[in-house]
């Protein structure tokens, strides 16, 4: 069967048509930078890349120009739609409902959309691709596969706040986390590749791209996780602030006369190294105005490199150890400036960083030397491959 897998970001769209019995990607491809400008990378498989610059204004313009690869005359790589046995789309907030992957029905429609308020750059932009997707190829079976689940192991210590247990009880207001899937697959790939045994082994993963956050997988399973009940917890991101002091909110909305809803906005979409630099809520631009000497772009990654280290610190110890540490995601994998500037303190780990492996990039690779006591790594994370085995499984 021939499975169209969607993953919506908050800034990018990746798909991967993928046959599920070779478990090959006919094509694949990538829209970055929806809402700034936009540019879609397709690959056929064996074939050349194809870049299209048109303006990707929202994600429902990403998915038609999609299909319109997909099917091209010159470098499509099937005739017609219908070749398109299952769609597998990557889905943010399952809340406590969906705690596995599920065959989307109107029913899993409105359940998702009652999550919205919970992941508001991400759970409208998931629904956006199942409709577009509903609209154009009607009757094709579609699966919808949850971030959250992969977290649903966190032990109450992890996921409980420090609040009354009555908004718990009443409302379910708990930590969750995000990026399931992602810390599923790399977590598994970096025990394979470190060498580790799967029932004896403690991981950090740390998934840095425009949504950032780390987890702590002991024995392969999510024992605890940055982001919460939402995807604004955690690290700083490309344009959420992740942790914060909560009486912050208070102070701004007095100061500014602003509404909750306001400063939520201003949390999730204007904060992060986008705020704090005024450059971009893209890493690359950030990263190359860093290093052409803009002062507030050099915080902004310096503010973040930080953050990352205090949650690695802080998952050794709800592990108590660590063996491997991986890097994946837009930014973990390509960015070994950052890498670096992590890895400088985790010294007292005696992690010893290889600066030649670590400026390499686009495979799975060990990028600390071989005396380092922990193995540091870099994993391209592969969360359309875990989603398109989800939905054959399913349909
Ligand atoms: P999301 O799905 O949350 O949008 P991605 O995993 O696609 O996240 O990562 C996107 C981020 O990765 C962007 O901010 C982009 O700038 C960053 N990124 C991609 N390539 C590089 C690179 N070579 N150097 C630094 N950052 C990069």
């Known amino acids: 069967m021939k499975v169209l897998v969607v993953n919506c970001g908050s800034s990018s769209l990746k798909y991967q048509l993928i046959d599920s019995e070779?478990?090959?990607?006919?094509?694949?491809?990538?829209?970055?930078?929806?809402?700034?400008?936009?540019?879609?990378?397709?690959?056929?498989?064996?074939?050349?890349?194809?870049?299209?610059?048109?303006?990707?204004?929202?994600?429902?313009?990403a998915i038609k120009n999609v299909l319109a690869a997909l099917t091209d005359a010159n470098h499509g790589v099937i005739k017609s739609l219908d070749e398109i046995g299952a769609v597998g789309h990557r889905v943010v907030h399952g809340g406590e409902k969906f705690a596995t992957s599920v065959v989307i029905t109107d029913e899993v429609?409105?359940?998702?959309?009652?999550?919205?308020?919970?992941?508001?750059?991400?759970?409208?932009?998931?629904?956006?691709?199942?409709?577009?997707?509903?609209?154009?190829?009607?009757?094709?079976?579609?699966?919808?596969?949850?971030?959250?689940?992969?977290?649903?192991?966190?032990?109450?210590?992890?996921?409980?706040?420090?609040?009354?247990?009555?908004?718990?009880?009443?409302?379910?207001?708990?930590?969750?986390?995000?990026?399931?899937?992602?810390?599923?697959?790399?977590?598994?790939?970096?025990?394979?590749?470190?060498?580790l045994d799967p029932k004896n082994s403690k991981v950090i993963v740390c998934h840095l791209g425009n949504g950032a956050s780390i987890s702590a997988v002991k024995n392969g399973e999510s024992v605890d996780t940055s982001m919460g009940l939402t995807p604004l917890e955690g690290l700083i991101m490309g344009t959420r602030s992740g942790d914060i002091d909560p009486a912050i909110i208070e102070f701004i909305a007095h100061k500014e006369g602003k509404s909750i809803d306001d400063i939520m906005t201003i949390l999730n979409k204007k904060s992060g190294v986008h705020g704090m630099s005024g450059v971009s809520s893209d890493f690359r631009d950030v990263r190359a105005a860093a290093d052409s000497g803009n002062e507030h772009a050099k915080e902004a990654m310096g503010v973040f490199a930080y953050?990352?280290?205090?949650?690695?610190?802080?998952?050794?110890?709800?592990?108590?150890?660590?063996?491997?540490?991986?890097?994946?995601?837009?930014?973990?994998?390509n960015d070994g400036k950052m890498r670096a500037s992590i890895c400088a303190y985790l010294g007292y780990l005696g992690v010893e960083l290889d600066p030649e492996e670590n400026a390499k990039r686009g495979f799975e690779n060990i990028i600390t030397t071989k005396d380092s006591k922990v193995k540091v790594l870099a994993i391209p994370t592969n969360e359309e491959l875990a989603i398109a085995r989800e939905t054959v499984a399913l349909v």
């Not at 070779?22 to 056929?44: F, M, S, W, Y």
């Not at 953050?307 to 994998?333: C, H, P, Q, W």
Request: negative net charge.
């Open 307 to 333: 953050r990352v280290a205090k949650y690695i610190g802080s998952y050794v110890a709800a592990m108590n150890g660590v063996d491997a540490i991986a890097f994946t995601a837009g930014l973990g994998e």
């Open 109 to 195: 429609m409105k359940a998702i959309e009652e999550c919205n308020d919970l992941a508001p750059l991400h759970n409208p932009a998931n629904l956006i691709g199942i409709n577009a997707c509903k609209n154009i190829m009607p009757g094709v079976p579609m699966v919808a596969v949850f971030d959250t689940a992969f977290h649903q192991t966190m032990p109450k210590e992890a996921y409980l706040y420090g609040l009354p247990f009555e908004y718990y009880d009443k409302y379910k207001i708990r930590r969750y986390g995000f990026h399931g899937t992602s810390h599923s697959f790399v977590s598994k790939r970096a025990i394979d590749v470190a060498g």
């Open 22 to 61: 070779t478990e090959q990607a006919l094509a694949v491809g990538l829209c970055e930078r929806i809402g700034i400008d936009g540019k879609l990378n397709h690959t056929p498989a064996g074939g050349e890349k194809v870049v299209m610059d048109d303006p990707l204004p929202n994600h429902e313009v």
